[in-house]
């Protein structure tokens, strides 16, 4: 088993990741800025990410072979424009040039569907342009082909995962399913959009378990991640408020719908299929785990 770095761990799609590894049998080394986690099992590291002299020591400290990178700013609401998304750009690069010079040779990178341009609505890593609209989309972007740029310079495989419509336990609070099971569960009404937009949605372990599953493959280049399904916005609320026995509070067509929103987003995800991996939740069960989840949060 393998010496894995893990950054974000804390985070979204970080805290299945790491149980997973653990559960795979390999040793897990997490960064967290914080104090450090009593957790066992799990080596952590205090470091900022953005402090270069900190990445160097960190990587020489724990030595290794293989980089899952997480980390990225994503304070609710505001990291769609944040000018901190340039910074994690040239962080991101600096901890792969780290990680490599103290004998690390595969990585994975979380990216985003956010990279493409929204208007094409099915996307193909080869084939759908990279026209992002928003600040972080461009930034991930910019991340990615510099980081296939590495991959080329250095031959070391590095897979970029493009995540779409991920939900699932330890959600942000102000997304769509946990701001309606938050509404629904104390008896308000859930106002939304019409919910005939077309996602992909995706359960946050079965996230983890592709971009593992990249790393294991020692992928090169993007993936999309995601369930390749399209899937509209209402069934997933409609779902959630009759499982709650609240279907009578849910307010489809309240809340008016951006110009920008995108009527349908898809993940083609033949690619990452075609390295052997398969997800293992429908929308139907990842949405009961995930009300389970909430429901144990009280």
């Known amino acids: 088993m393998a010496v894995v770095l893990v950054t974000g761990a804390r985070g979204f799609v970080g805290r299945p990741l790491v149980r997973q590894l653990l559960e795979q049998g390999h040793e897990v080394h997490a960064v967290t800025s914080a104090a450090s986690e009593a957790d066992n099992a799990v080596h952590w590291h205090q470091c900022d990410l953005l402090d270069l002299a900190q990445v160097a020591e960190l990587c020489r400290q724990v030595q290794a072979r293989q980089l899952v990178h997480l980390a990225w700013c994503a304070k609710p609401g505001s990291y769609w424009t944040s000018p901190d998304n340039l910074r994690w750009v040239g962080a991101t690069l600096q901890l792969l040039e780290q990680f490599r010079f103290q004998g690390g040779d595969a990585a994975v990178v979380a990216g985003t569907c956010a990279e493409y341009d929204w208007r094409t609505g099915f996307m193909q890593e080869a084939f759908t342009p990279l026209q992002p609209t928003t600040v972080y989309g461009r930034c991930k972007r910019s991340c990615s082909e510099l980081a296939?740029?590495?991959?080329?310079?250095?031959?070391?495989?590095?897979?970029?995962?493009?995540i779409f419509q991920a939900y699932g336990p330890h959600e942000a609070a102000g997304r769509?399913?946990?701001?309606?099971?938050?509404?629904?569960?104390?008896?308000?009404?859930?106002?939304?959009?019409?919910?005939?937009?077309?996602?992909?949605?995706?359960?946050?372990?079965?996230?983890?378990?592709?971009?593992?599953?990249?790393?294991?493959?020692?992928?090169s280049g993007?993936?999309?991640?995601?369930?390749?399904l399209p899937q509209r916005l209402a069934e997933a609320v409609e779902y959630v408020a009759d499982r709650l026995g609240r279907a009578n509070l849910l307010r489809l067509g309240s809340v008016a719908v951006s110009p920008e929103e995108p009527p349908l987003l898809v993940a083609d995800v033949r690619k990452l299929k075609a390295l052997g991996w398969q997800g293992r939740f429908d929308l139907r069960d990842g949405l009961d785990d995930t009300l389970a989840w909430w429901q144990c949060q009280g």
Do not use: K, T, Y
């Open 222 to 228: 993007a993936f999309n991640i995601g369930n390749g």
């Open 176 to 219: 769509l399913l946990p701001s309606v099971i938050a509404a629904l569960s104390q008896g308000q009404e859930a106002h939304c959009s019409h919910g005939q937009q077309l996602r992909d949605f995706i359960h946050v372990d079965d996230v983890a378990s592709a971009l593992l599953h990249l790393l294991a493959a020692r992928a």
């Open 148 to 162: 296939g740029v590495f991959s080329q310079l250095h031959d070391m495989p590095v897979a970029w995962g493009r």
